[in-house]
């Protein structure tokens, strides 16, 4: 069965300091791979994908995202960390056309 | 700015009521979603329509059914709702995976439902 794992509920930074949100996938075929965040009572917004070509995927807000076959992961990372970081964050795969794979999410929290 | 719009962001409705949830996108997409988010479990799909008229069931379809009759439009029905049916439900659209758009999803803001 294909699935997208989250191994982290909770993921605690401090300010200033990088952050990585773990993923890892099983997806049949070349997936395209999604992450998303979401604020309190909030839809989910669009940070980066990665389809094919660059390991290394930059997106929205400083994030990126490194894209690792062997090891069938797709972690998001930040060099630094900002408090307003602080949010949900779901990864996510899609194979073919419609079967969108989401994980169970990651809350970020970032100290002061 | 692309778009996708939910009618009602807070709901609260009584057990065996009828309940539409209501979304419009105006970004031309065939694909369109509903999906429920609930703590710990994340995002399941409930219905999901590649065209006009056209649904397919998700994973959790179950008290639920769904409607397109215009492309841009995409309503989600609870034909009697039950308390387990409270949750965030959100949807989404996209075009299709590998033609002209690599396929990432844009949601809506979300509806939170209470059932009473």
């Known amino acids: 069965a294909q699935s997208v794992a989250q191994p982290e509920d909770q993921v605690n930074v401090a300010e200033g300091n990088p952050l990585t949100v773990k993923c890892t996938y099983s997806?049949?075929?070349?997936?395209?791979l999604f992450w998303y965040v979401q604020y309190p009572n909030r839809g989910l917004q669009f940070l980066l994908k990665?389809?094919?070509?660059?390991?290394l995927v930059k997106g929205s807000y400083g994030f990126e995202a490194e894209f690792n076959k062997s090891q069938t992961s797709f972690h998001l990372k930040k060099p630094s960390a900002l408090v307003s970081d602080s949010a949900l964050y779901f990864c996510?795969?899609?194979?073919?056309?419609?079967?969108?794979?989401f994980g169970t999410g990651t809350r970020l929290k970032v100290l002061a | 700015d692309v778009k996708v719009t939910q009618s009602s962001r807070y709901l609260v409705k009584r057990t065996g009521e009828k309940v539409f949830l209501e979304c419009v996108q105006d970004?031309?997409?065939?694909?369109m979603f509903w999906y429920r988010q609930d703590p710990g479990l994340g995002l399941r799909l409930i219905y999901f329509?590649?065209?006009?008229?056209?649904?397919e069931k998700g994973d959790i379809p179950e008290g639920y059914s769904v409607s397109r009759e215009k492309k841009e439009r995409f309503s989600l029905i609870l034909e009697s709702a039950s308390t387990n049916q409270t949750s965030m439900y959100l949807c989404?659209?996209?075009?299709?995976?590998?033609?002209?758009?690599?396929?990432?999803?844009?949601f809506g803001e979300g509806s939170r439902l209470t059932v009473l």
């Open positions: 997806v049949s075929g070349n997936p395209y």
């Open positions: 990665y389809i094919t070509g660059d390991n």
């Open positions: 329509s590649y065209d006009v008229k056209m649904k």
């Open positions: 970004m031309d997409h065939e694909n």
């Open positions: 996510a795969g899609v194979s073919g056309t419609y079967k969108y794979i």
């Open positions: 989404a659209s996209s075009q299709t995976p590998g033609l002209a758009d690599t396929g990432e999803l844009f």
